[in-house]
């Protein structure tokens, strides 16, 4: 499954929120530096799916707050 992903970083909570069928909106905490934002997206992502991090997969992306993942079931 495919999902595109808009992030927002730096907030006080975290969540995920579905905008429709493929967009989908992750909220962290985390700051975009060293790659701790994606970790946490991934992470997120996982626990909503209910699917292992290993499974998270950004195909686009890495450094833009738009990503492209694909969700491995």
Do not use: C, W
Request: hydrophobic residues 40%; positive net charge; without cysteine.
């Amino acid at each position: 499954m495919t999902i595109f992903v808009k992030v927002k970083t730096g907030a006080k909570t975290e969540a995920v929120e579905k905008i429709d069928e493929n967009h989908y909106e992750v909220i962290t905490k985390e700051a975009p530096e060293k790659g701790r934002a994606n970790a946490a997206v991934k992470e997120l992502l996982a626990k909503h799916f209910k699917v292992a991090k290993s499974m998270v997969e950004i195909k686009a992306g890495h450094t833009a707050k738009q990503k492209i993942i694909k969700i491995n079931y």
